[in-house]
């Protein structure tokens, strides 16, 4: 039997997971926390997911790409906000960028952009974790550079990983076949349209798919879409190629880059809060982390090479 989106299956899951008195109630635990900085993060990361199965349940009832668009950029700004004084926490996981991506708001993909840290953690006397070809930061780095277009890193990189692969030297997680990521971005660094399509279309067939869609991260998507074909193939399209992926995991419709007019929560405090507000807080993992805090695009940039030299680790 072919494995496909199962979108009746899953709407009630996603309903009752979004329904208006979740959010009212979360949004009353926000207010009730808001001074806390030790606990405002609960209820926003309870909000951010109620608005994350909202917006797939949107897709399901409605196909309003607008409004679906809309609320990914409110679970984006929830997420956001939940890490004011938790910099670089939330796992290392590019799902992180997931909702970004559908939303296709500037601000919100550029700070995720730069929202580095996650991937920086380092155990004392050893190379960071992003440095180690066999770990799941080291890839996630990769896309955070696939994301900024930082080409030649990301071909360096992944040649080395697919190298040591290839020689036998290290292995990576069983059945999550993370060997087509690291060519699909070889691919994209190349401009190798044909070699960009194949491997995002590996990661939709069978087994493959099931595992990598029942990542940790995906656990509302998992039925609805391909987290990893969707992010793959929109990431191609922000470098301007607009791939051929022919599967019910990837919608076609949510693939072109096309910003909203205007993006509103609805939401008074999250409305009010900036994107590029500095941290509130270093950790203790990472002790200059207000310093690197995501900047406006507008504003100058030190090159990703340089940023990584500045992090200062708590361990």
């Known amino acids: ?96 960028v997931y909702s970004a991506l559908l939303s296709d708001n500037p601000e919100s993909l550029h700070w995720r952009k730069w929202d580095l840290l996650p991937v920086m953690w380092q155990s004392k006397g050893r190379a960071p974790d992003f440095m180690q070809p066999q770990k799941g930061e080291y890839h996630a780095f990769n896309c955070h550079l696939a994301l900024m277009g930082e080409f030649e890193w990301l071909k360096e990189r992944s040649e080395t990983v697919l190298k040591l692969l290839e020689d036998g030297q290290i292995k990576l997680q069983p059945g999550k076949s993370y060997k087509f990521d690291h060519q699909y971005f070889v691919a994209l660094a190349d401009g190798d349209r044909a070699g960009m399509e194949a491997n995002i279309n590996e990661l939709l067939k069978g087994r493959t798919a099931y595992i990598r869609n029942n990542e940790d991260g995906f656990g ?38 096309k910003p909203l007019d205007h993006y509103e929560t609805g939401i008074d405090f999250i409305d009010e809060f900036d994107m590029f507000t500095p941290f509130g807080q270093n950790t203790d993992r990472f002790k200059n982390a207000i310093e690197l805090s995501p900047i406006a695009p507008d504003k100058p940039q030190i090159p990703i090479r340089e940023w990584v030299e500045r992090v200062e680790r708590g361990y």
């Open 1 to 96: 039997m072919a494995y496909l989106p199962d979108y009746e299956g899953h709407l009630s899951h996603l309903l009752g997971h979004s329904s208006d008195e979740r959010i009212e109630r979360f949004i009353k635990g926000y207010h009730n926390l808001k001074h806390d900085p030790k606990r405002v993060h609960n209820p926003l990361a309870l909000l951010r997911n109620c608005f994350l199965a909202k917006s797939l349940a949107e897709w399901i009832q409605t196909s309003d790409l607008n409004e679906v668009k809309r609320l990914a950029f409110v679970t984006d700004k929830c997420d956001r906000m939940k890490l004011q004084y938790r910099a670089g926490t939330g796992g290392f996981g590019f799902h992180r």
């Open 220 to 257: 509302y998507q998992h039925k609805v879409v391909s987290g990893w074909g969707f992010m793959l193939t929109k990431i191609a399209y922000i470098h301007g190629y607009e791939l051929n992926i022919d599967s019910p995991w990837v919608p076609k419709e949510w693939l072109p880059i």
